[in-house]
């Protein structure tokens, strides 16, 4: 029997070309990037890289269609914030690769200067000279938070207060303020702030 070949793939209309190609590569689930993730980023190398068009239209697909998180708590902070200073290879540090993401998820942990220095200058970046139009940005309690909260020795409203001024001081950080520059910037189309109910005054 005869095998068919159907070689005139670059024959049908873009919309369908890409179609097709978006079912290599779109993800069900967002794409957790960062310098210390255990998994590589499931860039679908061996179709991109057969033939310049389809790297074109898939890579296009890749970065602007799927949904990335970078998650910046869970982690020895140490090791992570000498992966980000250390120029550990990641998608941040890949200007080119990075000013193609469309929608993006951070949750930074705490707001340090790492953060200030090295994460809000990048996200910046991604907006101004990339395709960045949509951000979330999601704002956990630290460990310090917690002890703060579920102390037992304090009563509520001594913890309530003790809280208050934390977030209080917070607000009035230097990284905070550039986080809330992130989500000003006019170029986002949809720009929002999720911070965990144990800093409901906030």
Not at 176 to 183: D, T
Request: charged share 25%; proline share 7%.
């Amino acid at each position: 029997m005869a095998i068919r070949v159907f070689d005139k793939f670059f024959d049908l209309p873009q919309e369908i070309r890409d179609q097709i190609i978006s079912y290599l590569c779109l993800l069900p689930n967002p794409i957790q990037v960062g310098p210390t993730v255990d998994t590589e980023i499931p860039f679908p190398h061996d179709l991109l890289l057969s033939h310049p068009l389809l790297y074109a239209a898939g890579s296009a697909i890749f970065y602007e269609q799927n949904r990335f998180i970078l998650n910046l708590r869970g982690r020895p902070r140490a090791a992570l914030e000498r992966a980000i200073c250390d120029g550990t290879p990641w998608l941040l540090g890949n200007t080119r690769a990075r000013r193609r993401v469309k929608y993006l998820e951070l949750s930074p942990g705490r707001l340090g200067n790492v953060f200030q220095s090295h994460i809000s200058p990048a996200v910046a970046d991604m907006i101004l000279n990339g395709s960045l139009r949509h951000l979330k940005l999601v704002l956990y309690p630290t460990s310090t938070d917690k002890v703060v909260f579920n102390h037992d020795a304090v009563d509520a409203q001594g913890r309530r207060a003790a809280m208050t001024r934390r977030d209080d001081a917070f607000t009035q950080s230097k990284p905070f303020k550039a986080l809330l520059r992130l989500l000003a910037d006019p170029d986002l189309e949809t720009a929002e702030l999720f911070v965990d109910p144990i800093h409901r005054d906030f």
